[in-house]
Each structure stands twice: as C-alpha cells, then as structure tokens.
C-alpha cells in the first residue's frame, strides 16, 4: 500500500548545482506534505511543508513545489551543498479526514558531490 | 533547541521478552507518536498519542503493543513478548498540535535487535 511514492531511489548532484527531488501521491485526502532529512543514525529532521491551499513554499534554499490534480510535490534545492547529502522523506497527512498520522515515501538518498 | 530524547540508542533482546522504549518529547508538546522502520524499509507510523489515550493506531500496533505517559515528561513504548519481526529503528515523534499547521518532531531512534 504505496500511498507515497518517491520512486527514484538515489540522487547525486555536483555542489552549486540544483537538486530536484520527486514525490507522487495517490491518497487524495492528504492535505498536508512534509520533507525530513535524515543522516545516519539520527531520527527525521523536519525540512519544510506545504499545505494543499498553497502551490509553493520556500524557505531558504529549499521551495517545495505541489502540483495537486497530478497528485505530485518537488523538493528544489538550490544551491546543492556537500552536507545536504542525507536520505529525503516525503510525507503526508490527511487531518481533516480525521488522521493524524505522517505516512512516508520510501525516502531517497541524495549525494552531493564536491 | 528543544528536542526529542529516546533511550536507549540501541536494545538488544531475546525473541519472547518484554521491552520497553522510552522517550522524553519535547516539554511543551501535546501529541505523541511512535513510528518504526525496518531496515530497508519506510517509515511506519504506529500509533498516535494525546490527552493520556490513544488516538490512531495501525494494523501494526496490535495486543503485543502498549504505549504510556507514566509522568509528566516521558513517554513509553512497551512490547509486550517480541518477535523476531519486531527488529526495527523505533522513532518517537511530538508535536504541539495536530493540524495543517503543524510538524512533528522525531527523536534519534532506538535500534532494537531480536535475536
């Protein structure tokens, strides 16, 4: 039951250079997109989110994009930096339809290339 | 910056035992979760915790799992008999609400190994 897809499992990218990382969806009750980062041996680290009343949000380097009749979201990253390499989570919420639970994507490892 | 504690960082135990995670969310945080990830695998929620009952739980989170908030800081995560299939990353999560709005908050995870 794949309700969150991220169906590229790695990334690499030169330093300086834009990251583009893809996220699908199928539930369309999810309301609420999430991105976490995670390195190794530590838990999720929340990145940015988005909620489906908005298309864009940006926060630094970082904008997540939703596109939600194609039921698809994008993590940008620019620029790609060394220690942005980690594995990226999407996630998603459906609270209104009474959910709280983040239900994630199999996450993708992005490396960064100096 | 606040955060979220678990321990221990890694347990050990023996198939049929009883095991008890535990985690400190964050002070001011109303809603608790535990999420699992079994290696190579996504992150599962588990089950969601406020006002000292449980409010969601999955089909994962069956009569072998019980969660707790024994005082005011911690938050516990108890199995009751493991199973080799319960070796996983058990994340805690805490947000201050739930919302649109609003983020959850993970913990570093405990690494529990059923041998």
């Known amino acids: 039951d794949q309700q969150v897809k991220q169906n590229s499992p790695s990334l690499s990218v030169q330093e300086g250079r834009i990251s583009i990382l893809n996220c699908d969806y199928t539930?369309?009750?999810?309301?609420?997109f999430l991105w976490y980062k995670k390195y190794p041996a530590e838990g999720p680290t929340f990145l940015i989110s988005?909620?489906?009343?908005?298309d864009k949000n940006e926060d630094g380097r970082f904008t997540v994009f939703l596109n939600k009749s194609a039921k698809h979201l994008s993590l940008h990253i620019v620029p790609s930096q060394p220690g942005d390499s980690a594995v990226y989570f999407c996630?998603?919420?459906?609270?209104?339809?009474?959910?709280?639970?983040?239900?994630f994507g199999k996450g993708m490892k992005l490396t960064v290339n100096p | 910056e606040p955060e979220v504690t678990q321990t221990p960082s890694h347990q050990v135990t023996q198939m049929g035992q009883e095991v008890i995670l535990r985690c400190v969310p964050i002070?001011?945080?109303?809603?608790f979760y535990w999420y699992r990830q079994i290696l190579g695998q996504k992150v599962e929620f588990l089950v969601s915790?406020?006002?000292?009952?449980?409010?969601?739980k999955s089909e994962i989170f069956d009569d072998q799992f019980s969660v707790e908030r024994p005082d005011g800081s911690n938050f516990t995560l108890k199995i009751r008999s493991t199973k080799l299939e319960d070796s996983a990353m058990y994340f805690c999560?805490?947000?201050?609400?739930?919302?649109?709005?609003?983020?959850?908050?993970f913990g570093p995870g405990t690494r529990l190994t059923v041998l």
């Open positions: 999560a805490s947000s201050l609400i739930a919302g649109v709005t609003d983020t959850q908050y």
């Open positions: 539930n369309s009750m999810f309301d609420y």
């Open positions: 988005i909620s489906s009343i908005k």
């Open positions: 996630a998603a919420s459906a609270v209104p339809g009474g959910s709280e639970k983040l239900v």
């Open positions: 002070s001011n945080h109303l809603y």
């Open positions: 915790f406020y006002n000292n009952e449980i409010s969601e």
